[in-house]
């Protein structure tokens, strides 16, 4: 089956469903890189990345779990649909955001100009993923 690539609802909802997965990440990402930015610490930058990383992942899901229960699921079942979302996309957008970081910072660096990019960057990544996989499987991050 080829995907078709110019259906524009579906482009709009996997936006959507990216951008959902973009905060989430962002929010245990960013924060992670800023407490290590702010204290004194011996770990090396890649540490530091991969604990972003994590901590996106982790942030991510919890977000996804929220959202699915607030929209009556129960909380297992949101809990295991967080978890069954396409890690690929996640890891994916992660790493987008982390490489973005490094390549314009050289470290674990948040600055005000580093962000915007970094999240452009971030969303750019998975949404074509994100959009072929609502097209063929009708299923998307969110």
């Given at each position: 089956?080829?995907?078709?690539?110019?259906?524009?609802?579906?482009?709009?909802?996997?936006?959507?469903?990216?951008?959902?997965?973009?905060?989430?990440?962002?929010?245990?990402?960013?924060?992670?890189?800023?407490?290590?930015?702010?204290?004194?610490?011996?770990?090396?930058?890649?540490?530091?990345?991969?604990?972003?990383?994590?901590?996106?992942?982790?942030?991510?899901?919890?977000?996804?779990?929220?959202?699915?229960y607030?929209?009556?699921?129960?909380?297992?079942?949101?809990?295991?649909?967080?978890?069954?979302?396409?890690?690929?996309?996640?890891?994916?957008?992660?790493?987008?955001?982390?490489l973005?970081?490094?390549?314009?910072?050289?470290?674990?660096?948040?600055?005000?100009?580093?962000?915007?990019?970094?999240?452009?960057?971030?969303?750019?990544?998975?949404?074509?993923?994100?959009?072929?996989?609502?097209?063929?499987?009708?299923?998307?991050?969110?």
């Amino acid at each position: 089956m080829s995907i078709v690539w110019n259906n524009r609802k579906n482009w709009l909802k996997s936006a959507h469903n990216t951008k959902w997965c973009l905060i989430g990440c962002a929010i245990g990402d960013f924060g992670t890189i800023a407490y290590f930015q702010f204290i004194e610490h011996s770990l090396s930058t890649f540490t530091v990345l991969l604990l972003a990383m994590f901590n996106g992942l982790l942030t991510s899901i919890m977000l996804e779990t929220i959202i699915l229960y607030r929209a009556n699921f129960s909380l297992r079942d949101a809990l295991k649909t967080a978890f069954g979302m396409s890690f690929i996309s996640m890891l994916a957008m992660e790493a987008a955001m982390n490489l973005t970081d490094y390549a314009l910072t050289g470290g674990a660096i948040l600055t005000w100009w580093v962000i915007p990019i970094a999240l452009l960057a971030g969303f750019l990544t998975p949404w074509p993923y994100n959009y072929w996989r609502l097209q063929k499987h009708g299923k998307s991050c969110h």
